[in-house]
């Protein structure tokens, strides 16, 4: 069900959500780009350690996003030098299960408010991870957002505890594409 | 501990930075902003600070905790490297303790925080993290290691036990109120447990504040005012902040030593000379030849009978800096009380968990302690059965980490 449903909507964004992006994004850890300096603020960043997993090919991304600005922002991409492949992603319940999907069109970052990526809830998932990550290692993100700014953000690896496993126990169709990580 | 924790340089910059707390998106700049803030803070006039309900900020020139006032509840954690061989490992931990720390003190969820709703500001809430000895055996690290900075030798008086001992990564976590301290240790100990284990965890209280909420020295469980004789001002800044190596500037180092008291034989020692003990009056703080407690203390001055009014070996002149070549250190006094239970019955102890910080360990604290070793009136009622030495670095910029110039000078 899980895979079907991040296939199904990978799909979806594929070919919805990828036009807000002004311009192709360069490889991760190039030169910064002409794209203009994000006016929102990330805070408490950090990634969930795979080692140990029963799958390490894939995690999450969680921070809080802080939109100081008047008009709606929404974070509508990721990459990252550790996974070729990058979405924003929702939980919802369906047939009574949390399941995740693409959050097609990205999520919102409220005006003058927070948006919480966190378990259980909106994260940034890392797909087809190059290598495992443990404890203590820094994930350079980049974020995307609706306005064309991006953000940089160097989150720490922690270990996670949750006691469901939303982010091991998909793993990555060979219908995926990377495409929409515009990696 | 009121002179000595004014902090004439910190308040200016607290001002300017202490609202930061954001871990993302930095700019390579942030850094060099911070140190050029440093180098632009005019000096604030010396004013004791309130003790309860202050916000600290980690991106200080020098850590929180030091010089800034006693909260009511401290604790420390001592860690021991799982593979203290290799460095990467205890980079990592620091990283993970600096965005800790950074949002522990800004009263906002650490990353990955599992109980994101302890977290409050206004809570007085400082975190110091220390680097011990091993740390400086890392593969070329042997020549950043700060000067004067050395293991205390077992002195004579010393009763010392292991497990009260030592450690290669030490958090101190002070606050106001056990909850917040207990919630921050938490979140610390977590982290770090990938890379260390606990070696030991200690800590107290201090009553810093009068009954109407003023700052004032507090008192040691024998009754006395501890901290009297602290430097404050100017005077601190020479005693406690190390200028070099370049990577430790703005910091200092600290000796823990864990001084059980005998509480018993307190009790049953006569008011009179529980005072000559010290050279100091109990309700005051008075030196027995002045009138105040701030009264510097007149070491010559004789009774009718030609007496020394402050005996040979009262404690306060054993530690006065004109019998020690001027050599002083800043105290910080936690208050403890422990008890274990057994087959044989529940054993009380007290005692307190002495904080001495100083610029150069081997030149200011070490002839002092040695000193004292040699003659204190207070062994007869003390035993210290705990010692451990910590390089404690300075303040790291927001989105940088502790220490950071030690392992990427």
């Known amino acids: ?183 | 501990m009121t002179g000595a924790t004014a902090e004439p340089a910190g308040l200016g910059r607290r001002a300017v930075l202490g609202s930061s707390a954001a871990v993302g998106g930095l700019a390579v700049g942030s850094t060099l902003g911070w140190f050029g803030g440093q180098a632009g803070s005019p000096a604030a006039p010396v004013t004791p600070e309130a003790v309860i309900r202050q916000r600290y900020s980690p991106h200080e020139l020098h850590q929180a905790g030091i010089s800034t006032p006693t909260p009511a509840v401290t604790r420390l954690l001592s860690f021991r490297l799982r593979t203290p061989r290799v460095a990467a490992e205890l980079t990592k931990l620091l990283r993970l303790w600096s965005g800790d720390i950074e949002a522990l003190m800004a009263g906002a969820p650490i990353p990955g925080d599992t109980a994101p709703d302890m977290a409050q500001a206004g809570v007085s809430l400082s975190v110091t993290v220390g680097l011990g000895p091993r740390v400086f055996e890392l593969p070329g690290l042997a020549s950043r290691r700060p000067s004067g900075y050395v293991e205390v030798p077992a002195m004579a008086h010393d009763r010392l036990q292991d497990r009260w001992s030592g450690g290669d990564v030490l958090a101190i976590v002070a606050a106001d109120d056990p909850t917040t301290v207990a919630y921050a240790s938490r979140r610390l100990e977590r982290d770090a447990a990938t890379f260390a284990t606990l070696a030991w965890v200690q800590g107290g209280s201090w009553r810093g504040t009068d009954s109407a909420g003023q700052p004032v020295t507090g008192r040691n469980l024998f009754g006395q005012l501890d901290g009297t004789a602290n430097p404050s001002g100017a005077d601190l800044e020479a005693v406690v902040w190390a200028s070099g190596p370049a990577w430790f500037a703005g910091g200092t180092t600290l000796v823990v030593r864990r001084i059980e008291l005998d509480l018993d034989f307190w009790d049953a020692t006569t008011r009179e000379r529980q005072e000559k003990v010290i050279g100091r009056r109990l309700d005051s703080g008075a030196p027995l030849t002045g009138s105040h407690e701030r009264d510097d203390l007149d070491l010559t001055a004789l009774d009718a009978a030609g007496r020394p009014l402050i005996a040979l070996d009262a404690h306060a002149r054993r530690a006065h800096p004109s019998v020690n070549g001027g050599r002083r250190i800043l105290r910080r006094g936690l208050n403890y009380t422990h008890t274990e239970g057994g087959h044989r019955g529940v054993v009380p102890s007290a005692g307190l968990v002495f904080l001495s910080f100083q610029a150069d360990l081997a030149n200011q604290y070490l002839p002092l302690q040695t000193s004292l070793d040699q003659r204190d009136a207070l062994h007869d009622w003390t035993a210290t059965i705990g010692s451990a030495v910590f390089a404690i670095p300075p303040g790291f910029g927001p989105g940088d980490w502790l220490a950071r110039g030690l392992f990427e000078p």
């Open chain 1, 1 to 183: 069900m899980k895979k079907s449903l991040v296939t199904l909507f990978t799909l979806l964004a594929l070919a919805g959500c990828t036009g807000g992006i002004a311009a192709p994004m360069t490889s991760a850890g190039s030169t910064p780009s002409a794209s203009a300096a994000s006016p929102i603020i990330a805070e408490a960043a950090w990634v969930r350690a795979t080692t140990g997993a029963t799958n390490a090919s894939m995690t999450g991304a969680f921070m809080s996003l802080v939109n100081p600005g008047e008009t709606e922002i929404r974070l509508v991409g990721a990459s990252t030098s550790v996974a070729p492949m990058v979405q924003i992603h929702e939980m919802v319940s369906v047939d009574g299960a949390m399941v995740m999907q693409e959050a097609t069109g990205g999520v919102a970052i409220p005006v003058g408010g927070h948006l919480h990526l966190k378990p259980g809830s909106y994260h940034v998932m890392l797909m087809m991870l190059k290598a495992p990550l443990a404890v203590g290692d820094q994930v350079p993100l980049t974020l995307r957002f609706s306005d064309g700014s991006q953000l940089e953000v160097n989150a720490p690896v922690k270990a996670f505890v949750e006691e469901e496993d939303h982010y091991h126990s998909a793993s990555p169709s060979p219908s995926m594409s990377p495409s929409s990580t515009g990696s």
